[in-house]
């Protein structure tokens, strides 16, 4: 049941604007529309641009109810954006395969997001909630020029509405659904004068839970979540060739997240695969027991943890000056700020608390001196980054297009994870020296005290329509420069060891002995550049069939390791990655632009690739996962979009991704063997979406009734797998899924004030078909094998007004 002050506040929202969806828009005569984007820093018919780009325009967005960044990931064959295990709004986010490996201040992901321009150097509070998005662009292969460093993958780009000059308009935005969601989008824009105007918007959601509970009596509530989103926009247009855009926005979201299920219990980690022995404890026969492939309704953890907590702000401010109608300049000045804070359960069972992996509560008594006094101790992060760019764009006549610019960041931040309970298992105790039926607890410490970056980059492209070929041939060549500097202070006590034996409170145990572990502080510096060159030919066979060839490259640059196990390993760091991708494409428009067919096959070589590999520690005598260049990989894909205006009422897309992954060389960092034939990486080999939209007849309705339905099916996945090891590979791939969704929106219901307002209501149902599906494989020292679930059968309504 919905909370009633959810429903009184939608009921006084009714009362006093009315609601309504934006009204579906079909071309003259059933024809497609024009689809904008600006992935190549200017404005330009996405049928022109040899990028193989999925767009979703404001109408689209509010149709699939995408309001954060993970939300558009169903959408997009070969766009992955996974939450960390722990919190969903730190994301990985990945574009044909390539997958960042860790969330850390000193490290980079290889994909670039930017919200109006700015970059974001962070997946930490990355999945901004935003009132008022007008488009979304997913470029995908190596974006080294336009984007830069760390667009290996490629980059999104998300744009808000911006606010109109002489003319007022309000928009309310309601929706109440299953498990307590209830979400308010409100926007305002104000003209202040003739060439002034203001658009304030504001977005507040919440949500009970995500379909499981936490069994345990006054345990944290798994899945609430409340996030908040404000966002102050102001146009100023001093001249007519002149626009002056500036921005502020601040997301703030509370939640306790839902843990990862034990799939199977941590037989191979902790117990050397004999389980069966140590079982003779109740506890671990407790512990395989509470691990099941079936999806669970409710999971046991008793201990106490605050909520997780992650805010982000930024100001933006863009100049646009039109020197003439072949010149334009633009100024793109950036200060974000993320501050976040995220407890993790990396695992949770059935009526099980004894074997844990967490960052919960937990005292060691009489050891009661030491750091690990019964705090949770969640891991923070706090970065703020300054950018500026400057764009020259320009025209030298019909058949010459430039655009050059120059760009520098710098950002600076801090990270802490813990002391925290890395792994807790009954029985072990006595197998590392402690007295029979002692147990077993693992500690972490680590951290970057500080770390700085600097990037400082020059870039060019320029179109040629040479006088051959009936001038149908585009010559794009492009190159960026880029250096980079990255510094670092780190610290790493992890896995400091406890034999215990258990008290008869929860959380509480006595201390029989600790070894300590580790190095207390490291600094790194490197500095590294890189050129990265684009060279793309287009063949304009009609005014509606392009062919292009490209050749992109592209880079991630070096970092530094936070789980680093020793000094020397974290102040040597690790190198850029390098990626080279060949792609050809189709780009056509067909019966007169009723049939939109977009196609792209590529291969993208990397080299000196970075993963996070177990390395052997000689100080614990344990394994540490730390980023290293491992070698070579090579991916190979084919993608498919199609959308059809079948007839004036009715509309067809299907979106498609083919793909395939091989090592050609992986070096044993220990051995320095080449170990390629036994390591495997498994991507979607299939990935593809379908949507049918379908405008009824006119039925006596008062509005305009619309129906939308789709489908989405995702192949299996993984982390790199090591397949001498002791794990399945089954442990690291996430199965293939597929979801339905749907939607029926009655719209542009004219209402008061003088019939000038839109209301519209929309009935929405996810995952009609109530599968159940993993999102994310865990493998660690409290589960062989766990994962989250995906979002279960969900019904909502949207009211909406629009004025």
């Known amino acids: 049941m919905f909370k009633k002050n959810r429903i009184h506040m939608a009921v006084s929202g009714l009362l006093m604007t009315g609601m309504a969806v934006a009204p579906t828009i079909h071309a003259a005569e059933g024809q497609l529309e024009e689809v904008i984007v600006t992935a190549q820093k200017r404005a330009e018919n996405l049928q022109e641009v040899p990028i193989s780009v999925q767009a979703f325009n404001a109408k689209a967005l509010e149709q699939k109810s995408i309001v954060t960044l993970s939300d558009v990931g169903a959408y997009v064959p070969g766009l992955s954006i996974q939450p960390y295990p722990g919190s969903s709004e730190v994301l990985y986010p990945s574009i044909r395969g390539v997958v960042p490996n860790m969330v850390s201040v000193a490290a980079s992901m290889p994909m670039a997001v930017h919200i109006n321009g700015i970059y974001l150097s962070q997946t930490a509070g990355m999945n901004l909630a935003a009132a008022d998005l007008e488009r979304m662009e997913i470029l995908k292969g190596p974006q080294g020029v336009m984007s830069g460093r760390n667009a290996t993958g490629g980059a999104l780009n ?5 606010p109109e000059l002489g003319q007022f308009s309000f928009k309310q935005q309601i929706t109440v659904a299953e498990r307590g969601q209830f979400l308010s989008k409100t926007m305002v824009n104000v003209p202040l004068t003739g060439t002034l105007a203001a658009k304030v918007s504001y977005l507040h959601s919440d949500r009970d839970n995500e379909g499981i509970r936490n069994s345990a009596p006054g345990g944290i509530k798994f899945g609430e979540k409340t996030a908040d989103a404000w966002r102050l926009d102001l146009r100023w247009k001093p001249a007519n060739n002149v626009t002056v855009d500036y921005g502020f926005d601040t997301n703030t979201t509370e939640s306790y997240e839902t843990p990862a299920q034990c799939l199977e219990p941590p037989n191979i980690m902790m117990y ?3 389980m069966s022995f140590f079982a003779a404890d109740p506890r671990v026969a407790a512990a395989i027991a509470g691990c099941t492939h079936e999806k669970l309704t409710s999971l046991y953890y008793p201990y106490a943890m605050p909520k997780n907590r992650n805010k982000a702000e930024g100001h933006t401010l863009n100049v646009e000056w039109e020197i003439n109608p072949s010149l334009t300049f633009r100024s793109i000045t950036g200060y974000r700020k993320v501050d976040t804070s995220n407890g993790y359960i990396y695992t949770a069972y059935r009526g099980v608390a004894d074997i844990r992996s967490d960052s919960g509560a937990f005292t060691i008594l009489p050891l009661g001196s030491t750091p690990f006094n019964g705090q949770s101790s969640p891991i923070t992060l706090f970065n703020e980054s300054w950018s500026q760019e400057f764009q020259l764009i320009g025209d030298a006549g019909p058949n010459f297009k430039y655009t050059t610019g120059i760009y520098y960041a710098e950002d600076k931040g801090h990270q802490n994870s813990g002391p925290n309970l890395v792994m807790y298992m009954p029985s072990l ?3 590392a020296g402690g007295p029979l039926g002692s147990d077993l607890a693992m500690m972490e410490k680590r951290g970057i005290s500080s770390a700085k970056n600097s990037s400082v980059a020059l870039f060019g492209q320029i179109s040629w329509r040479p006088d051959v070929l009936s001038r149908k041939l585009e010559i794009v060549p492009g190159i960026r420069y880029t250096r980079d500097t990255r510094e670092a202070t780190g610290f790493n006590q992890s896995f400091s060891g406890f034999v215990v034996t258990p008290t008869a409170t929860p959380g509480v145990v006595n201390g029989v002995f600790s070894w300590p572990a580790g190095y207390a502080g490291a600094y790194g510096k490197n500095t590294f550049s890189k050129t990265t060159p684009q060279l793309s030919l287009n063949y304009h066979w009609t005014d509606d069939v392009m062919f292009y060839g490209k050749v992109a490259k592209g880079y991630t640059s070096g970092g530094f390791d936070l789980a680093s196990g020793s000094a020397a390993s974290f102040t040597k760091g690790y190198d850029p990655e390098t990626i080279t991708s060949t792609e050809f494409g189709m780009k056509g428009e067909f019966l007169n632009r009723r049939l939109r067919t977009n196609l792209a096959l590529f291969q993208s070589k990397y080299e000196n690739e970075q993963k996070s590999v177990a390395t052997p520690n000689p100080a614990t005598g344990g394994t540490d996962w730390i980023i290293q260049n491992v070698g070579r990989s090579v991916y190979n894909g084919v993608e498919l979009d199609l959308t059809a205006a079948l007839t004036d009422a009715l509309r067809l897309s299907l979106n498609s991704a083919w793909m395939d992954h091989k090592y ?43 129906g939308n339905l789709s489908y989405s099916y995702r192949g299996a996945q993984s982390t790199p797998i090591d397949l001498t090891g002791a794990w399945p590979a089954s442990s690291f791939i996430v199965p293939p899924y597929s979801v339905w969704n749907g939607r029926l929106a009655l719209s542009r219901i004219k209402v008061p004030p003088a019939g000038n307002g839109d209301l519209s209501v929309a009935l929405w149902g996810k995952n009609l078909t109530d599968k159940k599906y993993t999102i994310y494989d865990v493998v660690n020292y409290s589960t062989d094998h766990g994962s989250p679930w995906g979002e279960p059968r969900t019904y909502g309504i949207d009211v909406i007004y629009n004025y």
């Open 158 to 162: 998300l744009y808000t509405v911006k």
């Open 429 to 431: 105790g006595s197998s």
């Open 664 to 706: 050609t060389r992986f070096t044993d960092l220990v051995t320095g063997l080449d170990v390629a034939a036994t390591r495997k990486l498994v991507v979607p080999k299939k990935a593809y979406s379908a949507s049918v939209d379908y405008r009824f007849p006119a039925l006596g309705l008062p509005g305009k009734l619309d």
């Open 272 to 274: 050397g695969g004999f």
